[in-house]
């Protein structure tokens, strides 16, 4: 499968779950410097069903979130790199700096966030819309020493 096939608009997203059997995964998150954690991270969330959507933050979406310098690589090129891993099968770009109507439509069996979050400090409004319609929410594995921060802050000294 090309991978710009799999970068798609929520309306086809849609029209694609139609015809899709199985058991669905999602993800969001703005994925600006991806590293081994987030590898990890999506593998693991792959293999919880038969398919992994990411709902990526747009540009205008992080700017909102994390501040005017970010992000450091852009929205259409983070979906590419994220839509070029194996176990990635969609890619679909929001522009909320909340994924809540993006992960409605989704409607996943199963949402995942990664370690860095726990229940109680993921975002309590998805959580509790979720969870009122039946999808299993879990957090994975934390892989320790890895953040896109960290890496912004380890470029910009060895810049200096």
Known sequence: MSVNTKIISLEEFKVWKDGFQG??????????????????YLEEASELG???VIALNS???VKSLKGSQRPIISELERAYMLAALEYVDKVIIFEETEALDTLLTIHPDIYVKGGDYNIETINQTERHALEA???NIRILKYKAGFSTTRMIEKIAKACR
């Open 23 to 40: 058991i669905l995964v999602a993800t969001n998150g703005v994925f600006d410097l991806l590293h081994p954690g987030h590898m990890e």
């Open 50 to 52: 038969d398919a992994l």
């Open 59 to 61: 540009d205008a979406s």
């Open 133 to 135: 319609r039946g999808v």
